[in-house]
């Protein structure tokens, strides 16, 4: 159960799933930092009677709410934002990313992004990327990695760098520049 794999997880706290093929590839080799994770979630609260949380990610059929189980077989890792109000925050962006429960999957972002990408190489520029170098405009569809951060947009604690498409890399960069944490697996000392 996810209860007993995982530490003590709180709402507002992110997951990010290690991706595989052409995801994975992409993320490796095509934008900087580097990073072998792909799809992202909110942690939305506990379910103790299961052992389990809920998770809030924006999949295919657009926003969704799932279980942390469901990803038990995943190499997951899971991050912290960095605040001393964290908890209080977490909660709130948990609940704040609800708001937004009916919008649909932002399959018009991924077509951007790889026509950003097109557009890069016919300028000669070549990968790796960095995100900023996309085009991004929001909407109110989301991918996965927008809708994790949107709890936190939502609730004016930005976690990602404004106006800059959030894609993987992204979260990589928060971490290096110290907004968010990672607990799980606990982080080398």
Not at 9 to 32: E, T, V
Not at 37 to 63: A, M
């Amino acid at each position: 159960m996810a209860t007993e794999i995982y530490p003590a997880l709180a709402p507002g706290d992110i997951g990010a799933i290690r991706g595989r093929g052409l995801g994975l590839w992409a993320c490796q080799n095509l934008i900087k930092p580097k990073t072998d994770r792909f799809h992202f979630f909110l942690v939305g609260g506990s379910i103790p009677w299961d052992n389990d949380y809920v998770i809030l990610e924006s999949i295919g059929k657009g926003i969704a709410v799932g279980r942390l189980s469901f990803y038990k077989w995943q190499d997951v890792e899971i991050y912290r934002v960095v605040h001393e109000d964290w908890e209080e925050l977490g909660e709130r962006a948990a609940a704040a990313l609800t708001l937004h429960g009916r919008a649909r999957y932002d399959y018009i972002l991924i077509l951007e992004i790889a026509l950003g990408a097109l557009s890069l190489l016919l300028r000669g520029k070549l990968p790796p990327w960095e995100p900023k170098q996309f085009p991004y405009g929001r909407d109110k569809a989301f991918i996965c990695t927008e809708a994790a951060r949107l709890g936190w947009l939502t609730i004016g604690h930005p976690i990602l760098m404004g106006g800059v498409v959030p894609v993987p890399a992204t979260y990589m960069l928060a971490l290096q520049e110290g907004r968010i944490k990672r607990i799980f697996p606990a982080p080398p000392v």
